[in-house]
């Protein structure tokens, strides 16, 4: 609707969704980001973000889902993905590998 444009959600970091290792929760969250888009009249999400984090003082190590262990971003992301599917938005992994780098970044 035109009275979803311009708002947005604050919605917790990928890395506190992580944190909870709750599957259901992971569907819940992908639908719900989803719905908001959907209301934009957007069909595409940009995320999750899926890269496992190497670095400790990584600046955008908050964005993704799987935190340092690939064996719970796995499910999690899959979840993820379902939610936002089953809410009719597609999704593209970002940074999936090799986003670890903060020396020189601009």
Request: proline residues 4%; hydrophobic residues 45%; without cysteine.
């Amino acid at each position: 609707t035109p009275k979803m444009v311009g708002q947005v959600t604050s919605w917790p970091s990928l890395l506190s969704l992580g944190a909870t290792w709750d599957v259901r929760l992971a569907y819940a969250y992908g639908g719900a980001v989803a719905a908001e888009f959907a209301a934009k009249g957007a069909n595409m999400l940009l995320g999750p973000s899926l890269n496992v984090h190497r670095v400790a003082r990584g600046g955008r190590n908050a964005e993704y889902l799987s935190g340092e262990d690939a064996q719970l971003g796995a499910p999690l992301a899959a979840a993820y993905v379902r939610g936002a599917a089953d809410a009719g938005v597609a999704t593209v992994a970002k940074h999936f590998a090799l986003n670890q780098q903060e020396y020189h970044r601009s």
